[in-house]
């Protein structure tokens, strides 16, 4: 089924572009054939594009575009070190995936010459600032994002029907939930402790709601500290909260939690976007719904945290590079966004794209991106990830430490506010 | 002539050894003394990585993986010899079928460390894992625990399980060391009065002894240089909150920084592998030292 659509997709995407661009470019296309197509090869660790970038290849050579991709996945974790390797080794990819800034992966291919800047040379104009702001530095672009992710609270609406819940407005709201579901023998929230990289993203989304956007922007210029009654109320709150969480969560997983609320025997998780795929996977007819942390003070607005996935880079010693730059601003199209959402699912990072009708929260995610993302944030895409020890780091570890009774509320403060300072320029002073 | 043949000879396996041990090393060594993410220039900076590990941001971290290194050997070995005799005293008595169960026995052994860190962790889920479950059905409900999310149990439920993979090696070793003891000695003993105790203790025991010695330093060198099995059950992490930290999991995080991290740190990673060598390298002298003893007495 998910190879018909994918082949639907690609012969569409073909048509499209074959009569979008139909005329001046099919009196070239005879001739282009001839010549062999420029094989460019691309890098990245997400398999789940495979099909995308065959709708890419698909899409340019029937608007005549003499060019083959060839796309390599790696592992996430080895990618990196694959990638370092290869371009010092003068064999790497004409174009690779990067990670978002600030952040010392894409910083150290900047610094060394691999990337090239691509103002000027891609239209960037069909992305928000905030996308690009994620892989801008030095007043110059440095690759072409694909992804934009969205973190919160995702629901069983078929559980919150049947109890007469609604979208909490309030983080008093949200326990009162909680309340009612455990009181009828529903798990209200499936965690996964075990993965502390999860720990860390469900902190970092409730911190953009509650102490909130604006007192985060203060964080960042060194105005407000992690040990301030603000944060360390959000962390006892937090803390609290796992009384709803299913008993023994420090040793569950996301590819459990992805049964456990695909099959409905929890109410709701802290997680991401991109875990709507696996979801629907387990169960096709899973009806769910999104919403952002609720802030503790009413008169404070609901955030979302959002942040670009990562984008596509030039290496600067490609020797395809005009075919390359013709890959890149295609990317740069709606219609490459919308080939992208269709086939993985996830949100491009592309404005203006019309999100698959059969994903309704997709629909909606998108739309909240424009509307409630938070400007400020302290996780990735944050300037506390940029340094050694990253917030990132800290509270991998002490989350868990701190949900199993190690460590209190206020030695986690304490930590993130002492870790922080080792390196931070605003913390130092 | 013959040097010179005997040269040749070595040569081959003089160059592999170079290629893939020797200059590995010693580049991991100079790249301790200097700062590089991996990429572009690097900067010299003496001992400041030694300091940083051993005094400065990294101590903490350092030490109690260290900690947990020591910890991970010294049960892990009282898991593997003491049950590894057991067995192989049970198997060396013949009694039925032993052929089977030396196949039950060395079985977990032939697994790859990942695929039993994989399995093991389903085992071991705290909802529906079959270990838990058990233990409900049979009463022993309150012995159920979230096994690798609780921060005292992680590191003793790893090192049980990569016990329990090794278990068959140290059967089969222990056990061919028996089958090599002289069947006069231990009948003379009976038929001097001595009780099967008093035979296990005062004459298997100490014809097991040298190469008792020799796994136990072997099983030193693969504890130190430990990663795979924490890394399939834990995560690169070590969580729950660092219970499980080796110094293979902290180089690992250190040097490629880790899923979701921007931070890499080669000339740090160095160190650290460094700093594992220097704990390594002379168990591994006192190895070949042992070994050498063994050959003379065999001899």
Same mark, same amino acid.
């Given at each position: 089924?998910?190879?018909?659509?994918?082949?639907?997709?690609?012969?569409?995407?073909?048509?499209?572009?074959?009569?979008?661009?139909?005329?001046?470019?099919?009196?070239?296309?005879?001739?282009?054939?001839?010549?062999?197509?420029?094989?460019?090869?691309?890098?990245?660790?997400?398999?789940?594009?495979?099909?995308?970038?065959?709708?890419?290849?698909?899409?340019?050579?029937?608007?005549?575009?003499?060019?083959?991709?060839?796309?390599?996945?790696?592992?996430?974790?080895?990618?990196?070190?694959?990638?370092?390797?290869?371009?010092?080794?003068?064999?790497?990819?004409?174009?690779?995936?990067?990670?978002?800034?600030?952040?010392?992966?894409?910083?150290?291919?900047?610094?060394?010459?691999?990337?090239?800047?691509?103002?000027?040379?891609?239209?960037?104009?069909?992305?928000?600032?905030?996308?690009?702001?994620?892989?801008?530095?030095?007043?110059?672009?440095?690759?072409?994002?694909?992804?934009?992710?969205?973190?919160?609270?995702?629901?069983?609406?078929?559980?919150?029907?049947?109890?007469?819940?609604?979208?909490?407005?309030?983080?008093?709201?949200?326990?009162?939930?909680?309340?009612?579901?455990?009181?009828?023998?529903?798990?209200?929230?499936?965690?996964?402790?075990?993965?502390?990289?999860?720990?860390?993203?469900?902190?970092?989304?409730?911190?953009?709601?509650?102490?909130?956007?604006?007192?985060?922007?203060?964080?960042?210029?060194?105005?407000?500290?992690?040990?301030?009654?603000?944060?360390?109320?959000?962390?006892?709150?937090?803390?609290?909260?796992?009384?709803?969480?299913?008993?023994?969560?420090?040793?569950?997983?996301?590819?459990?939690?992805?049964?456990?609320?695909?099959?409905?025997?929890?109410?709701?998780?802290?997680?991401?976007?991109?875990?709507?795929?696996?979801?629907?996977?387990?169960?096709?007819?899973?009806?769910?719904?999104?919403?952002?942390?609720?802030?503790?003070?009413?008169?404070?607005?609901?955030?979302?945290?959002?942040?670009?996935?990562?984008?596509?880079?030039?290496?600067?010693?490609?020797?395809?590079?005009?075919?390359?730059?013709?890959?890149?601003?295609?990317?740069?199209?709606?219609?490459?966004?919308?080939?992208?959402?269709?086939?993985?699912?996830?949100?491009?990072?592309?404005?203006?794209?019309?999100?698959?009708?059969?994903?309704?929260?997709?629909?909606?995610?998108?739309?909240?991106?424009?509307?409630?993302?938070?400007?400020?944030?302290?996780?990735?895409?944050?300037?506390?990830?940029?340094?050694?020890?990253?917030?990132?780091?800290?509270?991998?570890?002490?989350?868990?430490?701190?949900?199993?009774?190690?460590?209190?509320?206020?030695?986690?403060?304490?930590?993130?506010?002492?870790?922080?300072?080792?390196?931070?320029?605003?913390?130092?002073? | 002539?013959?040097?010179?043949?005997?040269?040749?000879? *070595?040569?081959? $396996? @003089?160059? =592999?050894?170079? #290629?893939?041990?020797?200059?590995?090393?010693?580049?991991? &060594?100079? !790249?301790?003394?200097?700062?590089?993410?991996?990429?572009?220039?690097?900067?010299?900076?003496?001992?400041?990585?030694?300091?940083?590990?051993?005094?400065?941001?990294?101590?903490?971290?350092?030490?109690?993986?260290?900690?947990?290194?020591?910890?991970?050997?010294?049960?892990?070995?009282?898991?593997?010899?003491?049950?590894?005799?057991?067995?192989?005293?049970?198997?060396?008595?013949?009694?039925?079928?032993?052929?089977?169960?030396?196949?039950?026995?060395?079985?977990?052994?032939?697994?790859?460390?990942?695929?039993?860190?994989?399995?093991?962790?389903?085992?071991?889920?705290?909802?529906?894992?079959?270990?838990?479950? *058990?233990?409900? $059905? @049979?009463? =022993?409900?309150? #012995?159920?625990?979230?096994?690798?999310?609780?921060?005292? &149990?992680? !590191?003793?439920?790893?090192?049980?399980?990569?016990?329990?993979?090794?278990?068959?090696?140290?059967?089969?070793?222990?056990?061919?060391?028996?089958?090599?003891?002289?069947?006069?000695?231990?009948?003379?003993?009976?038929?001097?009065?001595?009780?099967?105790?008093?035979?296990?203790?005062?004459?298997?025991?100490?014809?097991?002894?040298?190469?008792?010695?020799?796994?136990?330093?072997?099983?030193?060198?693969?504890?130190?240089?430990?990663?795979?099995?924490?890394?399939?059950?834990?995560?690169?992490?070590?969580?729950?909150?660092?219970?499980?930290?080796?110094?293979?999991?902290?180089?690992?995080?250190?040097?490629?920084?880790?899923?979701?991290?921007?931070?890499?740190?080669?000339?740090?990673?160095?160190?650290?592998?460094?700093?594992?060598?220097?704990?390594?390298?002379?168990?591994?002298?006192?190895?070949?030292?042992?070994?050498?003893?063994?050959?003379?007495?065999?001899?």
């Amino acid at each position: 089924m998910k190879k018909m659509a994918a082949f639907a997709i690609v012969v569409t995407m073909a048509a499209a572009a074959w009569a979008a661009g139909g005329t001046e470019k099919g009196a070239a296309a005879p001739g282009a054939s001839k010549a062999p197509a420029a094989v460019v090869s691309v890098w990245g660790w997400r398999s789940q594009d495979v099909d995308v970038w065959k709708a890419a290849e698909a899409a340019l050579q029937a608007k005549g575009e003499n060019v083959s991709i060839k796309y390599e996945v790696f592992p996430p974790t080895e990618y990196d070190s694959k990638l370092l390797v290869s371009l010092q080794g003068g064999v790497g990819p004409d174009i690779m995936y990067t990670r978002r800034l600030p952040g010392a992966r894409t910083q150290a291919l900047m610094d060394n010459n691999y990337l090239v800047a691509l103002d000027g040379k891609v239209d960037l104009s069909n992305f928000t600032d905030v996308s690009l702001s994620f892989i801008r530095s030095g007043g110059k672009t440095w690759g072409v994002p694909f992804a934009n992710q969205i973190v919160g609270i995702f629901y069983n609406t078929e559980i919150f029907a049947k109890y007469g819940l609604k979208e909490p407005a309030t983080w008093a709201e949200l326990l009162a939930t909680a309340e009612t579901l455990q009181k009828n023998g529903v798990t209200p929230f499936f965690a996964t402790a075990k993965e502390a990289w999860t720990l860390a993203m469900q902190n970092a989304m409730v911190g953009v709601s509650y102490p909130g956007d604006a007192w985060i922007g203060k964080l960042a210029e060194g105005k407000a500290k992690f040990t301030d009654p603000e944060y360390v109320g959000m962390l006892k709150d937090l803390n609290d909260l796992k009384r709803y969480y299913q008993k023994d969560f420090s040793a569950n997983v996301s590819a459990e939690q992805d049964v456990t609320f695909g099959m409905g025997q929890a109410a709701m998780v802290f997680y991401g976007i991109w875990g709507t795929t696996n979801w629907l996977k387990t169960n096709p007819d899973l009806k769910f719904g999104y919403f952002p942390i609720p802030p503790k003070d009413a008169s404070l607005p609901a955030k979302a945290y959002t942040y670009m996935d990562g984008s596509y880079g030039l290496n600067a010693a490609s020797k395809v590079q005009d075919a390359a730059l013709k890959i890149l601003g295609y990317a740069g199209t709606p219609g490459y966004g919308e080939a992208f959402s269709s086939l993985t699912g996830e949100m491009t990072a592309l404005k203006g794209v019309k999100m698959p009708a059969d994903r309704p929260v997709l629909v909606e995610c998108y739309g909240l991106m424009n509307t409630i993302a938070s400007t400020n944030r302290y996780w990735v895409g944050s300037p506390f990830d940029a340094g050694s020890p990253s917030v990132y780091n800290i509270l991998q570890e002490n989350m868990q430490a701190m949900y199993l009774d190690a460590i209190t509320p206020e030695d986690l403060a304490k930590k993130l506010q002492d870790g922080i300072s080792v390196w931070y320029p605003a913390f130092k002073k | 002539m013959l040097k010179r043949t005997m040269f040749l000879m *070595l040569l081959p $396996a @003089v160059a =592999l050894y170079t #290629l893939f041990v020797a200059y590995p090393f010693a580049s991991s &060594l100079g !790249l301790s003394f200097y700062d590089w993410a991996g990429i572009g220039p690097k900067t010299f900076i003496g001992l400041d990585n030694y300091r940083n590990v051993l005094s400065g941001f990294m101590s903490t971290e350092f030490y109690r993986a260290f900690n947990h290194n020591w910890v991970f050997f010294f049960w892990s070995l009282v898991l593997s010899v003491v049950p590894g005799l057991f067995f192989a005293f049970l198997l060396a008595a013949n009694m039925k079928g032993s052929g089977w169960l030396k196949v039950v026995f060395f079985f977990p052994n032939t697994l790859s460390i990942v695929v039993v860190g994989f399995l093991w962790s389903l085992l071991l889920n705290p909802q529906w894992g079959l270990v838990n479950q *058990l233990f409900k $059905a @049979v009463g =022993l409900g309150f #012995l159920a625990h979230p096994w690798l999310g609780d921060m005292k &149990l992680a !590191l003793p439920t790893i090192i049980f399980v990569t016990a329990w993979r090794g278990l068959g090696f140290y059967v089969l070793v222990y056990l061919a060391a028996m089958l090599g003891i002289d069947r006069e000695e231990t009948e003379a003993a009976r038929i001097d009065g001595a009780t099967e105790t008093q035979i296990a203790f005062r004459i298997i025991l100490p014809h097991l002894m040298p190469i008792i010695a020799t796994t136990s330093i072997l099983k030193f060198i693969w504890t130190f240089n430990i990663f795979d099995i924490v890394y399939a059950m834990e995560g690169s992490q070590g969580g729950p909150a660092g219970t499980t930290d080796v110094l293979g999991t902290l180089f690992y995080r250190i040097a490629f920084g880790g899923l979701g991290s921007s931070q890499t740190g080669m000339g740090l990673g160095a160190t650290v592998v460094t700093l594992i060598f220097l704990v390594v390298f002379p168990v591994s002298i006192l190895y070949v030292f042992v070994l050498e003893k063994r050959v003379e007495r065999n001899a």
